[in-house]
């Protein structure tokens, strides 16, 4: 059955009403960890009063695009469509491609599957690479989520040479490459391997909330249906002026890079134990796997802590990073309060 709060049956974090529904007596203020989303986010700029007031310019636009094009190391040939979010672009897509054969390297996201099947795809998910190639349309999610796993670029590019013969198409979903740029395959797009990017903004800039997302291709005709299908005006006036801050300051995700690093490590730490072992993860979150995985959110949830679950996969849980020492000290207090932890010291 699936969670409170989902929606066609698939559950996301960060959603704090269906924790507050579940544990109507957890002590306030919540400590989210059910996202991925970086607890540091960058500092938001002053922003001109008229960004509010007036449409958006075609300038402004370019201007993002092109911080961007820099910022994730994009093929000059590239061209990029910035969209209000990447969850906007995965529902468009599956519109502009004719109904056929879709696969999708999972588990892994849920949106990808559910949008691809709304529009009357044929839509399999496998966990074999090289089962992508027997589609029209393979969906790569690369770091993966929730378990992290990466593959190379190079085997990405090669996967897309192969089906470039049957105007095959790869997408790949970098939501988490900002922290991870050594397996983005931003740098490798060429015309002779047919792969389309969508990289997400808000998570490794700790900026959900902006909504802002981008699809990245040399195919210039695919980049022209992408825009026009998202139409004038797509990208808010505030999030054109934080988006063109944040992807021209490479000093901050540099030094944010290395600080998430940390932190995961440190949560590994934290995490491990008695039948509790990380099992997979980005710097931005870790998944872990534990035949007490629903007694363990349970009691965190009783502690007003709210990590994520899966329904298909009932062992494991994943935790984002506390974002302050507050935090890490609350966290910690209640891992070691769990019965489990509690016994095996005794022993």
């Not at 049956?9 to 400590?31: M, N, S, T």
């Not at 402004?60 to 990447?86: D, F, H």
């Not at 291709?217 to 139409?231: C, K, P, S, W």
Request: hydrophobic letters at 45%; glycine letters at 10%.
């Amino acid at each position: 059955m699936a969670q409170p709060g989902s929606r066609d049956g698939i559950v996301h974090g960060g959603d704090l009403g269906v924790a507050r529904r579940l544990f109507p007596a957890a002590p306030q203020p919540w400590l989210d960890l059910s996202t991925g989303i970086n607890p540091h986010p960058f500092p938001l700029p002053s922003l001109a009063a008229d960004c509010w007031t007036r449409l958006p310019e075609e300038g402004e636009r370019r201007q993002l695009e092109a911080k961007a094009v820099a910022a994730y190391g994009v093929a000059p040939q590239a061209r990029c469509v910035a969209a209000p979010g990447t969850q906007a672009l995965i529902q468009l897509l599956p519109r502009l491609r004719p109904r056929g054969r879709v696969a999708v390297l999972g588990p892994t996201y849920g949106e990808h599957v559910t949008a691809w099947q709304a529009a009357g795809h044929d839509v399999r998910v496998t966990a074999s690479v090289d089962d992508l190639a027997a589609s029209d349309v393979a969906v790569i999610v690369n770091p993966n989520n929730p378990d992290g796993h990466t593959l190379p670029p190079a085997a990405i590019v090669a996967l897309a040479g192969r089906m470039r013969h049957w105007d095959g198409l790869v997408i790949v979903d970098e939501a988490f490459a900002d922290v991870m740029p050594q397996v983005s395959c931003a740098g490798l797009l060429d015309a002779a391997a047919p792969i389309l990017l969508l990289r997400s903004f808000g998570k490794a800039y700790g900026l959900a909330g902006v909504r802002l997302g981008f699809a990245i291709t040399v195919d210039e005709a695919l980049a022209g249906q992408i825009r026009q299908e998202l139409g004038p005006w797509a990208v808010p006036g505030p999030t054109l002026a934080v988006g063109l801050a944040a992807l021209g300051d490479r000093v901050w995700i540099e030094a944010m890079r290395h600080r998430l690093a940390s932190d995961a490590a440190r949560l590994d730490t934290l995490l491990a134990g008695p039948e509790l072992a990380v099992v997979g993860g980005t710097p931005l979150f870790r998944l872990v796997e534990t035949s007490r995985a629903g007694a363990l959110f349970e009691h965190l949830g009783a502690r007003g802590i709210y990590v994520r679950r899966f329904d298909q996969a009932p062992n494991r849980l994943r935790f984002g990073l506390p974002g302050d020492e507050a935090a890490w000290t609350r966290l910690a207090t209640a891992l070691a309060q769990f019965p489990q932890r509690r016994a095996s010291k005794r022993a």
